[in-house]
């Protein structure tokens, strides 16, 4: 069997665990008043690759270990980027009305609801990473690590920087790269360094699992902002074209399309040179690289 063969099989397989393990939390967790319960589900269960938990399963897996080690931190990380998702989609931040193909919950539920959702979501992470730190030091270090990549020195730092330079003419290379990285990298190198931490690996195991998640963060927005040229809604599920739309910092509008191109490649390249780096049989891993850089949506 090929290594994509593999891949595409266990990440099947990783997917429809992860749906279980989600299945599992909402069958016990019933939310009043009703608006609330269902605006926090319709998110959740609007689909999408899950390409965070699957991404941390495959680095459990790669490290030694199994999708079951890292299942609730899996499930938070999924709420995190699913309350990003709704909050990203407000009309006072990105204004799209579909995601994944559906209407996106302030178009379904209202602004307030999707606001509200949102939040739900981010604090029901939290309690889970509380939760999951029972489990001694390793899942306390892991709990930490990923709500920080979540936070003020993560991912809300990279949207309040994507707002800020959003229309600004003197936006540059080194302004993308910080949106990048807090925006979309950070809760990447939570997927694949938290099960280095939870297996309470050698520091430098952990570093360049963060490393790896850093630049598949990279390539994968890049990547993301190459879809939103020539992409088409079919395959997306949301709204191609919005980023020139709206005057949006971005690889193509810094770079151009050819040259956004060649340094997505880069950062595919870069992936690869840290996965070898790993005492670790990491096949799988340079596979994931090699699907996200050909992805169309």
Same mark, same amino acid.
């Given at each position: 069997?090929?290594?994509?063969?593999?891949?595409?099989?266990?990440m099947?397989?990783?997917?429809q665990?992860?749906?279980d393990?989600?299945?599992?939390y909402?069958?016990?967790?019933?939310?009043?008043?009703?608006v609330?319960?269902?605006?926090?589900?319709?998110?959740?269960?609007?689909?999408?690759?899950?390409v965070?938990?699957?991404?941390?399963?495959a680095?459990?897996?790669?490290?030694?270990?199994?999708?079951?080690?890292?299942?609730?931190?899996a499930?938070?990380?999924?709420?995190?980027?699913?309350?990003?998702?709704i909050?990203?989609?407000?009309?006072?931040?990105?204004?799209?009305?579909?995601?994944?193909?559906?209407?996106?919950?302030?178009?379904?539920?209202?602004?307030?609801?999707?606001?509200?959702?949102?939040d739900?979501?981010?604090?029901? =992470?939290?309690?889970?990473?509380?939760? =999951?730190c029972?489990?001694?030091?390793?899942?306390?270090?892991?709990?930490?690590?990923?709500?920080?990549?979540?936070?003020?020195?993560?991912?809300?730092?990279?949207?309040a920087?994507?707002?800020?330079?959003?229309?600004?003419?003197?936006?540059?290379?080194?302004?993308?790269d910080?949106?990048?990285?807090?925006?979309?990298?950070?809760?990447?190198?939570a997927?694949?360094?938290?099960p280095?931490?939870?297996?309470?690996?050698?520091?430098?195991?952990?570093?360049?699992?963060?490393?790896?998640?850093?630049?598949?963060?990279?390539?994968?927005?890049?990547?993301?902002?190459?879809?939103?040229?020539?992409?088409?809604?079919?395959k997306?599920?949301?709204t191609?074209?919005?980023?020139?739309?709206?005057?949006?910092?971005?690889?193509?509008?810094?770079?151009?399309l050819?040259?956004?191109? =060649?340094?997505a490649?880069?950062?595919?390249?870069l992936?690869?040179?840290?996965l070898d780096?790993?005492?670790y049989?990491?096949?799988?891993?340079?596979?994931?690289?090699?699907?996200?850089?050909?992805?169309?949506a």
């Open positions: 069997m090929s290594l994509r063969k593999e891949l595409e099989e266990k099947q397989a990783w997917r665990y992860f749906e393990v989600l299945q599992e909402l069958q016990n967790t019933r939310l009043q008043p009703s609330l319960n269902d605006s926090f589900r319709y998110s959740l269960l609007l689909g999408g690759k899950r965070r938990p699957v991404l941390m399963f680095c459990a897996q790669t490290l030694g270990g199994k999708p079951g080690d890292v299942s609730r931190l499930l938070a990380l999924e709420m995190i980027h699913t309350y990003s998702l909050h990203d989609d407000l009309p006072a931040m990105d204004n799209d009305d579909f995601r994944r193909g559906q209407p996106s919950s302030h178009k379904k539920f209202g602004e307030g609801q999707a606001i509200l959702a949102g739900a979501l981010l604090n029901e =992470a939290y309690a889970i990473c509380l939760e =999951a029972r489990g001694g030091r390793t899942y306390l270090e892991a709990s930490a690590y990923l709500c920080r990549c979540a936070g003020a020195h993560g991912m809300v730092a990279g949207q920087a994507d707002l800020g330079w959003q229309g600004r003419e003197d936006a540059g290379p080194a302004n993308l910080f949106v990048i990285l807090n925006k979309t990298a950070r809760m990447l190198m997927a694949a360094a938290v280095a931490y939870v297996y309470g690996l050698d520091q430098n195991i952990a570093d360049l699992m963060a490393e790896f998640g850093k630049d598949l963060g990279f390539l994968f927005q890049i990547t993301d902002d190459i879809l939103d040229v020539v992409g088409d809604f079919a997306l599920g949301k191609p074209g919005k980023d020139a739309a709206e005057d949006k910092l971005s690889a193509v509008s810094v770079y151009g050819e040259k956004a191109q =060649a340094l490649d880069r950062y595919a390249d992936c690869v040179q840290v780096q790993l005492p049989e990491s096949g799988l891993l340079h596979e994931f690289v090699a699907m996200v850089r050909a992805r169309q």
